[in-house]
């Protein structure tokens, strides 16, 4: 079961909508976003926690968990809901982003992907039929076609060629026996002109929705709204827009403007374990000394489970002798915050203060400066020892 339909009337293909989804496991209401749990996780969290932030659905990897403990162990368990205890809807990625940036690539044919496991050097042969057999599997609610990423900056002979192999793989996954619901993804780099063709063809194949890949990747901030903008104008108004791997708050706020409706990302879980939680007025260190005897909470009127109980010094405590707890309080506020900015972008949508929302929060929210960003990305992905969202 799969049905989307809007609950907003937008100005047009390029703005700000609400919306609800509906699975046979719950309803989604968009604009949404999405937690994610790699290994059938999310980190440091039980089930219950991410619940209790407010979010509605979670992300899976198709990819990691076909290595990982295997997506037939998974089956055997009952699916992906019961083994990681998660009542509501899932969405996986097919792990194609990882797939190219995690794994040690051997070659890319039309028929499929020849790797080695970046866990203990396996070879593997990894296909659009094996990404749906993977993710039939596990049982989710919404799945994701292999698609063909490439680094950001490719060629645009390349990014086309990758673009058209995605289609032909996109085809192939939605005739794979026991295909789940599946997004078609839209790629083609920062030419403008490849990712309106690639969308509008995609858009021609009537997916259920359509994820935009390949963007927040190394390219500016204003290629990203520009790629947004050219894709959205091209998608079916009466379809999901996902955009896949994207979760820092004035990112939402932008693309929700250009008529996103999904998101999903590891960074509020990530900066969590990093002692970085999110405020309205941009990024906190808790680890910095001028929070070791503040009273209050991280943020003033935060509704989150751990601005409720605990107060910034006890954080600051926890993070300064690296107690897990403050991973997971931190974590706890971090997806607490994402969510509620979804909801708060949602009713002002419905009440037509959007423009006045997005501009006052925008002026107020300091963004990490890009390279600060780029310095911390490089650090974490030496840390984890691969180049993943």
Wanted: aromatic share 8%; charged share 20%; net charge neutral.
């Amino acid at each position: 079961m799969f049905r989307f339909h809007l609950t907003s009337k937008p100005e047009g293909p390029v703005a700000p909508r609400t919306g609800l989804i509906e699975t046979a496991r719950g309803v989604i209401h968009t604009p949404a976003f999405m937690p994610v749990g790699t290994l059938a996780t999310v980190k440091a969290l039980e089930p219950a926690e991410v619940r209790g932030a407010g979010a509605e659905i979670v992300l899976a990897n198709a990819y990691h968990l076909f290595l990982r403990p295997g997506h037939n162990l998974i089956r055997q368990m009952g699916g992906i809901h019961r083994f990681m205890g998660w009542s509501g809807p899932i969405l996986s990625d097919s792990g194609g982003f990882q797939v190219f940036s995690l794994a040690r690539l051997q070659k890319v044919t039309e028929e499929g992907v020849r790797l080695q496991s970046h866990i203990d050097g396996s070879a593997h042969f990894y296909t659009p039929e094996t990404a749906m057999e993977v993710q039939s599997a596990l049982g989710v609610d919404i799945a994701m076609p292999l698609d063909h990423v490439l680094a950001p900056d490719a060629s645009i002979d390349a990014a086309r060629d990758a673009a058209e192999r995605t289609i032909r793989w996109y085809i192939r996954s939605v005739a794979a026996e026991n295909a789940p619901t599946t997004f078609a993804i839209v790629q083609g780099g920062v030419y403008a002109d490849l990712r309106r063709w690639h969308a509008r063809e995609l858009a021609s194949h009537d997916a259920p929705g359509y994820s935009i890949g390949g963007l927040s990747v190394g390219e500016s901030k204003a290629e990203m709204h520009a790629m947004l903008e050219v894709v959205t104008a091209e998608l079916p108004e009466e379809k999901p827009r996902y955009l896949m791997g994207v979760g820092s708050p004035e990112d939402l706020v932008n693309a929700v403007a250009r008529g996103v409706d999904m998101f999903d990302c590891v960074l509020p879980t990530r900066l969590g374990r990093n002692g970085s939680v999110f405020t309205r007025e941009g990024r906190l260190n808790i680890r910095n000394a001028r929070f070791a005897d503040a009273p209050g909470p991280l943020e003033p009127g935060c509704d989150c489970h751990t601005c409720i109980n605990y107060s910034a010094a006890y954080l600051h405590h926890l993070f300064k002798n690296d107690e897990l707890l403050g991973h997971r309080l931190a974590s706890i506020h971090n997806i607490r915050f994402l969510v509620r900015l979804t909801w708060q972008m949602r009713a002002a949508i419905l009440a037509g203060t959007f423009a006045q929302f997005a501009a006052a929060f925008l002026a107020t929210y300091r963004p990490v400066d890009e390279a600060v960003r780029a310095e911390q990305k490089e650090k974490w992905e030496a840390q984890a020892g691969f180049n993943g969202r």
